[in-house]
């Protein structure tokens, strides 16, 4: 079974502060990933990782940034939040080799007021 | 045209019917195929993986794959009240693409 946890899970803030989100997984996983998810709509890839110091843009554009300095751990920043920024982020993780079965964190519902 | 397609929802069948999702993919050399369920304001999870030509079953849920065709389909048999959710297919070459999903309704 996946290990992997976000924090915080709900998260309301005002508009211009810097976030950081967390992602971390137990799996010793490779490769992790940030989507970006609206209520009820499509999941959106916004960043991903194939390993420590590696990180790279996903398919929809975002303002956030993400490192990766640790094999477990996953943080994405928002240096000023905003309103367009209210949305759900989940966090996904995979074995390097093999299916590309991917495992999600509960995931993290941010408001920014 | 969308990487994967799903049959838009959403889908509303009587407790104890099957309910049958459809997805289509457009990259030949996809490899890996999976189905996720997805309760609202949660996080997917993954239900069933399928990786070769024909059915693979679990419990009430049964894929189908035909590389052929490139269509891969869930099957979900006497659904529960607790099989309300959105499914998912999501297709693997080096990457995974998601489909948008369709919304399954299970009425009691």
């Known amino acids: 079974e996946a290990d992997i946890y976000q924090t915080p899970r709900y998260l309301v803030i005002g508009t211009g502060k810097k976030i950081t989100l967390e992602c971390s997984q137990t799996?010793?996983?490779?490769?992790m990933y940030w989507y970006q998810q609206d209520p009820g709509m499509e999941l959106h890839l916004i960043h991903y990782?194939?390993?420590?110091?590696?990180?790279e843009k996903g398919d929809l554009s975002s303002e956030s940034t993400v490192s990766r300095i640790r094999t477990e751990h996953f943080p994405l920043t928002l240096e000023s939040a905003r309103p367009s920024h209210t949305s759900q982020y989940l966090c996904?993780?995979?074995?390097?080799?093999?299916?590309?079965?991917?495992?999600f964190g509960p995931g993290t519902r941010l408001t920014v007021l | 045209q969308k990487e994967v397609e799903q049959n838009s929802g959403p889908l509303s069948v009587p407790e104890g019917a099957i309910a049958s999702l459809n997805c289509t993919y457009s990259?030949?050399?996809?490899?890996?195929f999976f189905w996720y369920r997805q309760y609202s304001g949660k996080s997917p999870e993954l239900i069933m993986s399928?990786?070769?030509?024909g059915d693979k079953e679990d419990g009430r849920f049964t894929a189908q794959l035909n590389k052929a065709s490139q269509y891969v389909s869930l099957l979900i048999r006497d659904s529960q009240p607790s099989d309300s959710a959105t499914y998912l297919c999501?297709?693997?070459?080096?990457?995974?693409?998601f489909g948008a999903g369709t919304t399954v309704t299970v009425r009691a």
């Open positions: 799996m010793g996983h490779d490769k």
């Open positions: 990782s194939y390993g420590v110091n590696s990180t």
């Open positions: 399928i990786y070769s030509n």
């Open positions: 990259d030949r050399v996809s490899q890996s």
């Open positions: 996904a993780s995979t074995r390097t080799s093999g299916t590309n079965e991917q495992f």
């Open positions: 999501a297709v693997s070459d080096y990457k995974l693409s």
